[in-house]
């Protein structure tokens, strides 16, 4: 399609972790004009943490388990429209989230998050993802969620604390969880300058329900949901938790989160 279109293309498969970014960085000293990523929302970071800084594009062709990003961006998922959309798009720019947990900055355009989610990440397989896609999650997600139960977590939100009691804490960039259904929180953009801290609570599969059905209801309530809004956020719990960041696990709890303007440029339908 992308040839069809009149582009010139190279392809380059990855075999493993760091290769998206390997190449994109490769590219962006070649001056290519765009990278396009087939994949999920953890190989397309990859590849933007090799472009990080430079004018370049990505065009997003859903391959991957959650696919939230593109999902937000209402790219098709079928991958031949995914391309023609690289071909005769427009380019968006959206915010980035930089984040550091000691071991060097990595970058999300969905959310990272500690707790619940993480640990779902961390125990859905990856062959489970690539036999059933999305539908993996679901499944682990119930036999976890009996015994889900919130931690305590010390939250610093551009200089102000809250201590807080939570299952999951979710660094929002992107508004939908699954989209175009079920959203976080409302009033959450791609490109507002600001993350939005979603604090999650529940004890159990019942509450946990519960907290689903206030988010379909876009109810912050304080209690099961609470928000936050800021540019810079540090996550800490006690015990260490695992982190997530756009799919991928990222290792643990304390980390910093900063936003960054309009860090990305994403090719999407043209007007």
Known sequence: MLEREGCSVDVVETTGHGDAARVARAGARDGVDAVAVYGGDGTVMQAVAGIVGHDIPVGLIPGGTGNLLAGNLRLPRDPAAAARVIARGRSRAIDLGRFDNGSGPRYFAVACGSGFDAELMARTSGAAKRRWGFAAYVVRAYALVHSTAPVPYR????????????????VANCPQFIPPFLSLAPGIALDDGQLDVVVLKATGALQAAGVVWKMFRQRVDGDAIRRFRGREVKVEAQPKRLVQLDGEVGGE???TVTV?????SVLVPGE
Do not use: K, Y
Not at 162 to 168: H, K, Q
């Open 155 to 170: 939250l610093t939100v551009d200089g102000d604390t809250f201590d807080v009691e939570a299952t999951s804490v979710v």
């Open 253 to 255: 709890t304390p980390f």
């Open 260 to 264: 960054v303007d309009r860090g990305l």
